[in-house]
């Protein structure tokens, strides 16, 4: 089955303890991207991936790193998470871009909360 | 950088009626506009597009139209139905930056809960 993969799906953990979010797709898809969803806030796009090892800022990406060794993974990672992070994360890709012609799949998501 | 504004943030109807969600966007660079819905506990999902060339697009109950003067994009639904009842996003994304490399930031509304009641 085609589909984006996160892992944990859910994880409460204490500020500054680093953190590793998997993002796994079996698809072959070139652009992967991460994003956060808040209340009333909508998704924003914390980084993206256009292919292997080229990464990307988007809109919110202090406080995390992410990597692209491998066209199927693309982890986001917590060097010392606070509490501000604490929110819902999901993990996209989709075969190419411009994403104007290639339709973008999300994962699950992955519930963080930073006590 | 884009901004996208959603409004309403929430939308009661009753089943059979009609629902539009409108968006605005900053940036007149955009073009390609983007509808994802996501049901309780899952990642969003695209149900309808439309690209910066056309000014409306339709798909069984659900439409899209795009005012590129206004700078502003609708999601209307028709004959709504209690499953239709979601958050819906809406979103807005350019091709390349204004250097001209590729560009793949993709700029989201803030949701709006829409409630279709049987």
């Known amino acids: 089955e085609a589909q984006v993969t996160q892992n944990p799906r859910y994880l409460i953990t204490v500020t500054g303890k680093k953190l590793t979010v998997t993002c796994s797709q079996n698809m072959n898809h070139e652009y992967m991207s991460w994003y956060r969803q808040d209340p009333g806030l909508g998704l924003r796009q914390i980084y993206y991936?256009?292919?292997?090892?080229?990464?990307d800022k988007g809109d919110v990406p202090e406080g995390y790193k992410v990597s692209r060794k491998e066209k199927r993974n693309f982890p986001l990672i917590l060097e010392s998470p606070s509490p501000n992070q604490t929110s819902l994360y999901f993990c996209?890709?989709?075969?190419?871009?411009?994403?104007?012609?290639?339709?973008?799949?999300f994962g699950p998501g992955t519930r963080l909360t930073v006590l | 950088g884009e901004n996208v504004e959603q409004h309403p943030s929430t939308l009661s109807v009753q089943e059979g009626d009609s629902a539009v969600i409108k968006c605005t966007y900053s940036?007149?660079?955009?073009?390609?506009f983007p509808w994802y819905k996501q049901e309780l506990g899952k990642g969003p999902q695209l149900i309808i597009d439309?690209?910066?060339?056309?000014g409306e697009k339709k798909d069984q109950r659900i439409a899209v139209t795009l005012n590129k003067t206004a700078k502003h994009f609708s999601l209307h639904i028709t004959e709504t139905q209690p499953e239709d009842s979601a958050v819906y996003f809406c979103?807005?994304?350019?091709?390349?930056?204004?250097?001209?490399?590729?560009?793949?930031?993709?700029?989201f509304g803030q949701g709006t809960i829409l409630t279709v009641h049987p």
């Open positions: 991936s256009m292919n292997v090892e080229v990464t």
């Open positions: 996209a890709s989709s075969l190419s871009f411009p994403l104007r012609y290639n339709e973008q799949f």
């Open positions: 439309i690209r910066s060339n056309v």
């Open positions: 940036d007149s660079a955009s073009n390609y």
């Open positions: 979103a807005a994304s350019r091709s390349t930056d204004a250097g001209g490399t590729s560009y793949g930031k993709l700029t």
